[in-house]
């Protein structure tokens, strides 16, 4: 059996991440409760809804077991909506976890038909399937921006301009895009590495 891991199913596109998660073999379950948290050893903040997702967890009781399971050393991994939510500032009223020191800028790059592709240099992953390419496609959608970073915080990977889209605090890892709506699975792959640490 894999390493067990969760996926925050409160709103969002959460329902990818658990079959990435799983055709890699992982342990994959959905979390709605607290009582869900128990024994994993990573968690999935999906992209959705920032503000909504916070307000779910907070009605649900999540937020302090969340941040209890990162303290226990759990990986934890917040995509698009999921990275706004690890964040000790998004520049607004809403409920953050405060666990990775990043400053996020929420909808950086404009609305939904803003949303693009880039590819993106990402020297900590594996190399692609090729045995070369260091290079993942990444999509926005409605995407933050990771503004600034601490100095226990390190980027993995920018835009042309310098934005930062993806960081990483030990086994804390935030990426403004959604790596589930591709078919490259090195992200997934990252994460549970730090889970499996």
Known sequence: MGVAVGVLALQGDFHAHLTVLQHLGAEARAVRLPAQLAGLAGLVIPGG???TIGKLAEA?????PMRNLAAQGA??????????????????????LNLMDITVQRNAFG???DSFEAQLHVPALAAGKDGSSRTFHAIFIRAPMI??????????????AGEIVA??????????????????????????QLAGK
């Open 49 to 51: 809804e920032s503000t």
């Open 60 to 64: 649900y009781g999540l937020m302090q």
């Open 75 to 96: 990986a934890i991994w917040g995509t698009c909506a999921g990275a706004i939510l690890l964040s000790r500032d998004a520049h607004r009223a809403q409920p953050l």
């Open 111 to 113: 609305r939904q038909v």
């Open 147 to 160: 503004e600034s970073v601490g100095p226990e915080v390190e980027v993995l990977a920018t835009l042309p």
């Open 167 to 192: 960081a990483r605090q030990g086994r804390l890892l935030a990426t403004a895009f959604h790596p589930e709506l591709t078919t490259d699975a090195r992200f997934h792959e990252l994460f549970l």
